[in-house]
């Protein structure tokens, strides 16, 4: 079974440009969860989509939203770009519930200069 | 809100020594428990879970116990290898669909041969 996968694996960006990240689930998984990792901050949850519709979300301002698809696939977008910005972004697919395992992506590197 | 306390090191070890990484956590419900492994340029890994008070996590040598008393989920290993250095992250997550994961800062640990 194919695993999670991340699109692009490495991205640079200038300060007040807009990115598109992308992450396919594994097969059957309708949950998807997207995190930031920083070396200041640590593993930070931004928000999951169930079923095409955000079910929680964490405490990011406005200029990252995410969607999910009918097939599931999720995005992430990130606008107005800040310096503070960079990180790694992992993206998580599980089945449906709290309790069943989440399985991780590599991650996008984002570098914002 | 729930959280999750880990000893952030670095830890570093020689090969075959005892290893052992502190985890307590913060929550208002009944969470289950999970240790998750990175190595370098990659996403997490589960490595193990224990979803009930008592109940011990087991994989690759690695063992945790979730005690609902001392609300700790202590990662131990008899004995390490270099291949076990990686970052380690504790984490919960919430009896309840819309909670997600809350993960630790991580433990980086190191083995030396």
């Known amino acids: 079974k194919a695993g999670v996968t991340q699109t692009p694996r490495y991205l640079i960006k200038t300060r007040g440009q807009q990115v598109t990240l992308s992450c396919s689930p594994i097969s059957g998984h309708r949950s998807v969860s997207w995190y930031q990792q920083t070396p200041g901050q640590g593993l930070q949850f931004l928000f999951e989509?169930?079923?095409?519709?955000?079910?929680n979300k964490g405490n990011f301002p406005g200029r990252f939203s995410g969607r999910q698809f009918s097939n599931s696939r999720s995005e992430m977008n990130v606008s107005t770009l800040e310096l503070g910005d960079s990180a790694l972004y992992l993206c998580?697919?599980?089945?449906?519930?709290?309790?069943?395992?989440?399985?991780f992506g590599p991650g996008t590197r984002l570098t914002v200069l | 809100g729930d959280s999750v306390t880990q000893m952030e090191g670095p830890v570093t070890l020689s090969e075959e020594a005892f290893l052992t990484i502190n985890c307590t956590y913060t929550a208002t419900g009944y969470p289950s428990l999970f240790w998750y492994v990175q190595y370098p340029g990659e996403g997490l890994q589960l490595l193990l879970k224990a979803t009930k008070a008592d109940d011990k996590g087991s994989n690759k040598g690695f063992e945790a116990t979730y005690r609902k008393e001392t609300t700790s989920f202590h990662l131990e290993k008899g004995s390490v290898q270099v291949s076990d250095s990686a970052v380690y992250f504790c984490?919960?997550?919430?009896?309840?669909?819309?909670?997600?994961?809350?993960f630790g800062p991580g433990t980086r640990l190191s083995v030396l041969p």
């Open positions: 989509y169930f079923s095409e519709t955000q079910r």
């Open positions: 984490a919960l997550s919430e009896r309840n669909y819309g909670q997600n994961f809350v």
């Open positions: 998580a697919s599980r089945r449906t519930g709290a309790l069943d395992e989440q399985f």
